[in-house]
């Protein structure tokens, strides 16, 4: 598939956007989760967090796209970064919603609603709903879980088509 779906009901597994939301079988997983450093790692796999005003993207202002740095699933794009102060990654909307998997996080005794890979399903960060118009949401996200493409790069549609592109 290399264009968008103009019909989202065409087939579950695909997004309104044209990307494959298939899951990671066991042994793709197993080969995306081999190359993941050990911070990466710890974010994504066991919901961590990395340090504040750490994340090598925090100040990216490159036009591009945010992807899953499991899965490559495109997760944001650059147009909706904002500079929250922080000192993690801020967004105002996701890539698609259907990229995007939210659920209520009541861990550390706070109500708060976990962003997952829709794909992967691997930990992202969190949403809050004190972001700036026109969304009045902030996707707060660690920088380790995310994977930068330039502009113009292609994105990849599906598990397998990522892991062609990394070799
Ligand atoms: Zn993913």
Redesign the pocket.
């Known amino acids: 598939m290399t264009t968008p779906s103009e019909t989202p009901h065409a087939s579950p597994q695909t997004s309104p956007a044209g990307f494959d939301l298939t899951p990671p079988t066991a042994e793709q997983r197993r080969t995306l989760e081999a190359r993941l450093s050990g911070e990466e790692r710890r974010v994504l796999l066991s919901h961590g967090t990395e340090a504040p005003h750490c994340g090598t993207l925090l100040h990216n202002k490159t036009p591009g796209t945010y992807c899953?740095?499991?899965?490559?699933?495109p997760l944001f794009q650059a147009g909706t970064k904002f500079e929250s102060g922080t000192g993690w990654p801020s967004f105002t909307a996701p890539f698609d919603t259907a990229h995007v998997k939210l659920l209520q996080d009541n861990s550390y005794g706070m109500v708060r609603v976990e962003t997952l890979?829709?794909?992967?399903?691997?930990h992202q960060g969190h949403v809050f709903p004190d972001g700036p118009p026109p969304t009045g949401v902030r996707f707060c996200i660690n920088s380790v879980a995310l994977r930068f493409e330039p502009e113009g790069a292609a994105l990849a549609r599906s598990v397998q088509d990522y892991i062609d592109s990394i070799g």
């Open positions: 899953c740095q499991l899965c490559g699933l890979c829709a794909r992967c399903g691997s």
